[in-house]
């Protein structure tokens, strides 16, 4: 290991358990060579199978194997390798964890992402809280950071942990529906656990659809406590940003893509990396001094409560990159498991008690998932530093433990391995001496009674568009239960956090809206927690669709396409087949995929070149006029060019400030230009408004029932 520590260490360890099938034998498990897989030892030309073939047996034995149980929550998931450093040592006050507090140590990583609900081969894009697990290989041991994309969550206690599974997950008569939150025995949970309001009102916002795990927050949920070298210790919450900024589908198209390419966010995750651009992510962290821990209006023990940052900012203190791909899903990317017991010297636990009983429930579920404690000995899972006990045997152990002496003490080797000192620089684990005291009860306290007044705070804190986007989820989500006292009852439960809100999903789904508000909306707003104040100033992995027929503008497309690119988005010309088109001037224009293959919905933006001829052919194509309209419904930047232009109104697309002659226009990410270009395509202006309108990620205020998609 190189003495600074860097993100090659866990690389240099999967190198010795890869395996290379190039300039390779086939053989048996014995490494006998086979010189025929492809017809069984029978007895005769049509006679029976029999037993002697061992390769055989040997085949379907293993075949029959193949499958682990799927993980109980978080079926679906997504991983990749990367790094993280941390910028400078202004934590080393805080935490003696070396990968906190060093800028000189560069920590390899491997990250999962998941949905919850659903199973191993659901939709990526359904309606769903995404994981978001991050396994430090730390010189100090593995640390795990087992967050989520939103910051709180349904339950307080982690003992209702298996109701609320049992209520979210398909339902067991008929194990409908699949990955999705929409149906009864969910809202009957909702209605009777008041305490699931304020993680309701973020499921059902626009967090729940990410466009891109690049493009969602991360975050640790609990406080936990950061302890530094005199035993001191602080609250922490920790927090990831996306460079990207956060930013979502559309619930429809989110729908469509479900059908389309159930994959989306996999694969774009495996595309971004391998195209170079990498997943980046800042580690933020709340801090507050334990002299404060009873200063707030909520109890930081309290799961489904976040810290506003306009009370304690998020402090940025380091970078997480994710540049590497898997190699082998399985091996890696299904064997890793997550422990929130997994911590490092200067991390350690509060008494949260969703986080003690994930305390118990990690380790215990990799127990039945992977078949024994050995699990840790799976590539994915080593520790970059050195693992040294007496635990010994089990199933599937790969180590030889050399030497008589399993046990401490011992003398018969030499006392090995011995206890660590925690003097001169020897990170032992010392856990915070925290004084507990208490009778034995089941109780929940009073501290955590409030679960009304921060759902408040997020429904305050949302913009007009995300608060539409809230309600029609409500409705959406509420229209699809059957029994209709669940319905009221979680109509009455949304009159605590806002009457407004309460009244608006009540109209929606047949259902009395309340009288009163039961207690006043006490205003206050945070707004960190609106995606409308997120970044939205790049293009960089934003995949942009230009459509072409024979006759386009060969100069647009290439102008389009360089000027786009340059700036890190994805630039595909769509044609109705795949090969090329021939451009006005008689030039070949390549064709990046055949429209009857893709769909808007797998696009951020596009693009209409000029080009009469072009323009007439897809005037005439279904596929491409609803493409333009169902990408004008979901909101997405269009840029059209001359005769381009013409396509927005076929496609029906109206009510729009159109460029006049030798003008761009630019009117709700719709940027048109009717003549006016440079010989060489559209100029620099054009360029420029179709970038920003594509950074800006959608334009939700667009005025766009009357388009039919
Ligand atoms: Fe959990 C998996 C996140 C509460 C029990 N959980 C799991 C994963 C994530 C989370 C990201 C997938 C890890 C991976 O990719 O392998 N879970 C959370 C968060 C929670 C939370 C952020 C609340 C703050 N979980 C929670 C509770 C319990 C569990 C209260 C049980 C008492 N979670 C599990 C589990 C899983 C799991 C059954 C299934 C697969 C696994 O652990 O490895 O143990």
């Not at 967050?147 to 409908?176: L, R, S, T, Y």
């Not at 059908?259 to 996999?266: S, V, W």
């Not at 911590?343 to 990799?366: E, K, M």
């Amino acid at each position: 290991m190189s003495s600074s520590g860097d993100h090659a260490d866990k690389q240099r360890q999967l190198d010795e358990f890869r395996v290379d099938p190039r300039d390779s034998e086939l053989t048996t498990d014995q490494g006998v060579k086979v010189d025929d897989t492809d017809n069984s030892l029978s007895v005769g030309e049509r006679g029976p199978t029999i037993m002697d073939d061992f390769h055989f047996r040997e085949k379907i034995t293993h075949f029959d194997h193949e499958r682990i149980p799927e993980r109980v929550v978080h079926a679906r998931g997504s991983g990749a390798y990367g790094h993280f450093r941390v910028y400078d040592d202004s934590l080393a006050e805080y935490t003696v964890a070396e990968f906190l507090r060093d800028p000189s140590v560069e920590t390899p990583v491997f990250v999962r992402f998941s949905t919850v609900a659903g199973s191993r081969g659901s939709a990526d894009t359904v309606r769903d809280v995404r994981g978001f697990a991050t396994k430090f290989y730390t010189r100090q041991g593995n640390f795990d950071l087992v967050g989520n994309n939103m910051p709180v969550f349904f339950i307080q206690d982690g003992i209702k942990f298996p109701d609320f599974v049992h209520a979210v997950k398909p339902e067991p008569h008929n194990e409908i529906p699949q990955a999705s939150s929409a149906h009864d025995t969910l809202w009957d949970f909702v209605q009777l656990q008041p305490e699931t309001m304020h993680m309701m009102m973020w499921l059902m916002s626009d967090r729940a659809l990410p466009r891109s795990f690049a493009m969602m927050q991360g975050f640790g949920v609990h406080t936990f406590r950061l302890v530094n070298a005199e035993g001191r210790g602080t609250f922490v919450k920790f927090h990831w940003k996306p460079m990207l900024g956060t930013h979502s589908l559309d619930w429809d198209e989110t729908q469509k893509i479900a059908g389309k390419d159930p994959d989306f966010n996999r694969r774009d995750l495996w595309d971004a990396i391998e195209a170079g651009n990498f997943p980046e992510y800042e580690l933020c962290v709340q801090l507050v001094p334990e002299a404060d821990e009873h200063r707030f209006d909520f109890d930081l023990l309290d799961a489904t409560k976040i810290i506003p940052e306009e009370e304690v900012p998020a402090r940025p203190v380091g970078r997480l990159v994710l540049d590497r791909n898997p190699e082998n899903f399985f091996a890696e990317t299904e064997q890793v498991a997550f422990c929130l017991g997994n911590v490092v010297p200067g991390i350690d636990f509060t008494n949260d008690p969703l986080l003690q009983a994930r305390l118990f429930s990690y380790l215990d579920t990799q127990l039945i998932r992977l078949g024994g404690p050995n699990f840790t000995q799976l590539p994915v899972n080593r520790s970059v530093a050195p693992v040294r006990n007496h635990h010994r045997d089990a199933y599937h152990q790969t180590q030889i433990h050399q030497g008589r002496a399993a046990y401490h003490k011992n003398s018969l080797s030499g006392g090995c391995p011995a206890i660590g000192t925690g003097v001169d620089g020897d990170a032992v684990y010392r856990h915070y001496q925290e004084r507990v005291d208490g009778a034995k009860i089941r109780k929940r306290s009073e501290s955590f009674a409030d679960h009304y007044s921060q759902a408040t705070l997020f429904w305050n804190s949302m913009s007009d568009w995300e608060k539409e986007h809230i309600v029609s989820a409500f409705r959406f989500e509420l229209g699809k239960v059957e029994h209709k006292h669940i319905r009221e009852g979680v109509v009455e439960q949304l009159n605590h956090v806002d009457h407004d809100l309460a009244t608006q999903v009540a109209e929606g789904i047949g259902v009395e809206p309340p009288k009163a508000p039961v207690t006043e909306n006490h205003g206050r707003s945070s707004p960190a927690l609106s995606q409308a104040n997120s970044p939205a100033d790049t293009v960089k992995a934003r995949k942009v669709a230009v459509l072409v027929a024979d006759g386009v503008e060969a100069a647009d497309v290439t102008a389009v396409g360089e000027a786009l690119t340059e700036q890190g988005a994805i630039c595909e010309v769509l044609a109705a087949h795949d090969g090329a088109v021939r451009s006005a001037d008689g030039d070949q224009v390549e064709v990046t995929r055949a429209l009857p293959t893709v769909a808007s919905v797998l696009y951020d933006a596009v693009v209409i070149p000029g080009g009469e001829q072009s323009v007439r052919a897809l005037a005439e194509d279904g596929d491409a006029l609803h493409f333009v309209a169902e990408a004008y419904k979901h909101c997405k930047a269009i840029g059209a060019l001359d005769a381009g232009v013409e396509l927005l109104g076929r496609a029906g697309v109206s009510s729009l400030q159109i460029a006049t002659e030798g003008l761009v226009e630019v009117d709700q990410g719709v940027v048109t230009r009717r003549g006016g270009g440079a010989p060489g395509g559209p100029d620099d202006n054009f360029k420029r408004e179709l970038i920003n309108a594509i950074a800006a990620h959608r334009h939700w205020t667009r005025n766009k029932a009357h388009v039919p998609a």
